[in-house]
């Protein structure tokens, strides 16, 4: 076991709903298991995960530290890294997770642990595949797990079935990408002060979608202000007309208490701003994180446009809960763990939900279980991809080995260095 943090500074200020961050560690494990060694990576982003009035340095430390922690206690596993992965996040990680808050008298959250569990998983998963010398996807099936889905789910509707019968039929080679609009993100270009980096990569949103051939935006939003809310919206909004973009997605962060915020900037786009309004494919997590103690009715929502989890969606379970609360799609991230992605993507599409999978601004290997996930568990629309706007460098040497991956053109990312290669197909 080899467990290692790779410090990645942003050239440019990433906002998290109340919080902005200007760098991040990368958690970098490489497992042995299976007979081979695996390699698994995740960004620790702590505004995200750990939101609190703590210091950000403080939280990433005790992240850092639940880490080195899982590491010390991790064991490698005979079974397929499906069993093993739920078998501990269902039993191991909550003991882990409760043991540890306790010696370091913390109060991290479940989400911010799985963010550190999921380099291992990763990892675990990528072994299997390259001890069978198959790719991971190819393992997904009755030839290598010991349990169908009815197992995980103890439902008899899954009986027989096994996450390879909720994959597309073909793999695509190509992937459309979103790009974030933080914010704090210049717009246009007539926006600049002449503060802004100059490195020779785009620092507008107008110079992004030029660059990079873009055609689909997620915007960050406040959550709190619905006049800043709304008129940003119609801002990259009409930039988006411009540049002839299909698609936008606002996400307020979980900062939103009720539903008639959201219901209120979606009735008045639709109003004044048809265009902008039709562009807006799905909403993205507006309710706090914590599903259980906000069981908010969604339905209002929902039906104006389709809703999203994303912070909410720890596992199948909650994506369960969001399901009778009105939600119609689950927004899924290889950074709660693989194992849990590939659950929560079984049982929503199961469920008659849409899929999307979000970023948490992954460079370097974590971008790949990332894009494959959107590859294989088929999305409402592409995949989102941020790394290039915020560390661009990190990934330099990695694009390389897979061009067309982590350098955005035409509004899309390319895997195909990636299919048909064993394990999570990393190379080098």
Known sequence: MKLNFLPVKMRLPLKFGAETL??????????????AVGRGETPLSVGWAWPSELSFAFREKIMC???????????????????????FLDSKLPLLLKEFNAENKVDMPHLAALICASAFDIAAHDAFGIARKVPTYATYNAEYMEHDLDWFFRDGMFAGKYPADFFVKEVPETLPVWHLVGGKDLLRESDRTGNEPDDGYPV????????????CLKIKLTGRDPEWDYARMVEVGNIALEYGCVALSPDFNCLVKEPRYV?????????????????VLYVEQPFPYDLEANRIDVRSVSARKDLFMDES?????????????????????????????????????????????QDL?????????HVLLAAHAGTILGVECNASQFYPEASLEYEKAHPGLYERRNGV??????????GFGYGG
């Open 65 to 87: 530290g639940f880490c080195r922690f899982l590491a010390d206690r991790w064991t490698a596993s005979p079974l397929h890294p499906m069993t093993a992965g739920a078998e």
């Open 361 to 369: 601004t992954n460079p370097m290997l974590a971008t790949i279980p």
């Open 413 to 422: 990312v390319k895997l195909s260095s990636l299919l048909g290669k064993p």
């Open 313 to 357: 969606a720890h596992d199948w379970r909650f994506v369960k809960l969001g399901f009778e609360l009105g939600w119609t799609g689950v927004a899924l991230k290889v950074c709660k763990t693989q194992t849990g992605a590939i659950l929560s993507a079984c049982w929503a599409k199961a469920h008659g939900m849409k899929l999307m999978v």
């Open 263 to 279: 219901n209120d900037i979606l009735d008045r786009l639709k109003c004044e701003h048809k265009a902008v309004s039709d562009l």
């Open 204 to 215: 507008s949103l107008e110079k992004w979608i030029e660059r990079d051939g873009l055609k």
């Open 22 to 35: 200007d760098s991040i560690q990368i958690a970098h494990v490489e497992l042995e298991a299976y007979g």
